[in-house]
């Protein structure tokens, strides 16, 4: 079964840091591409970063500056460095992939949480 799996959310400070990660397992070749989601309370999906096959990155306008997205591909991990954490950052962040199986087949996480509250 082909799957990626979220670790690394919890309970931080405003201000604070936590490193997502985004493991990939099964039977596929490699990620192509791959991005963090997240939905806070009462709202709708959003894009926070993605990384492409090249290495290309693309960041919400919201957390420029602040999120690293990042891919180890000898271990088929996506990583997302968050820093300087806010509030408004609170929700449970999902990670998404393109895999290589071959053809393409997309995934979805089951989903972290990350709480920013003091």
């Known amino acids: 079964q082909v799957q990626v799996v979220e670790s690394g959310g919890g309970l931080v400070q405003p201000g604070g840091s936590l490193r997502l990660s985004c493991a990939a397992s099964?039977?596929?070749?490699?990620?192509?591409?791959a991005g963090w989601y997240r939905q806070g309370p009462g709202k709708e999906r959003e894009l926070v970063a993605r990384?492409?096959?090249?290495?290309?990155?693309e960041y919400a306008e919201s957390v420029k500056g602040r999120f690293t997205i990042s891919r180890d591909n000898d271990k088929n991990t996506v990583y997302l460095q968050m820093n300087s954490l806010k509030a408004e950052d609170t929700a449970v962040y999902y990670c998404?992939?393109?895999?290589?199986?071959?053809?393409?087949?997309?995934?979805w996480g089951q989903g972290t949480l990350v709480t920013v509250s003091s």
């Open positions: 998404n992939a393109l895999l290589v199986v071959p053809g393409y087949l997309e995934v």
């Open positions: 099964g039977r596929f070749s490699s990620i192509n591409a």
């Open positions: 990384v492409t096959s090249s290495g290309r990155t």
